[in-house]
């Protein structure tokens, strides 16, 4: 199982970025892929969940509004929209799988991890 994260970037308050975690070694179906982030001196915090059921979790109230996720079956890769981005964004972003369908908040559920991307939002 391998998950690769991608799509970070340097952008300006107020411009967006999608991030894109693809997944190899099993099919998505509805198993839970997670985004999670990480501050410089900060604690990993979980941002966002999709598991393929009838709503998406975001675990943030500062993403709601803001953030998306989505996955494409036929490309085994989930999704995470980042709009109107403010400085408090700034972070690595991970995403993570447990390998079930259940959408966690705490990254010591999670098995499997990507690399993560840097996201930085700067003027």
């Known amino acids: 199982v391998q998950l690769q994260a991608f799509g970070g970037g340097l952008v300006e308050p107020g411009e967006s970025l999608r991030l894109s975690c693809r997944v190899s070694?099993?099919?998505?179906?509805?198993?839970?892929i997670a985004w999670f982030r990480q501050a410089p001196g900060k604690e990993r915090e979980a941002v966002s969940c999709?598991?393929?059921?009838?709503?998406?979790?975001h675990f943030l109230d500062s993403v709601r509004g803001r953030f998306t996720i989505s996955r494409d079956k036929a490309e085994n890769t989930v999704y995470l929209q980042m709009d109107n981005l403010n400085a408090e964004d700034t972070a690595v972003y991970y995403c993570?799988?447990?390998?079930?369908?259940?959408?966690?908040?705490?990254?010591?559920?999670?098995?499997?991890w990507g690399q993560g991307t840097k996201v930085t939002v700067s003027s």
């Open positions: 993570a799988s447990h390998g079930g369908s259940e959408c966690f908040d705490r990254s010591v559920f999670y098995e499997y």
């Open positions: 070694g099993f099919r998505l179906g509805d198993f839970a």
């Open positions: 999709d598991n393929d059921m009838l709503s998406t979790k």
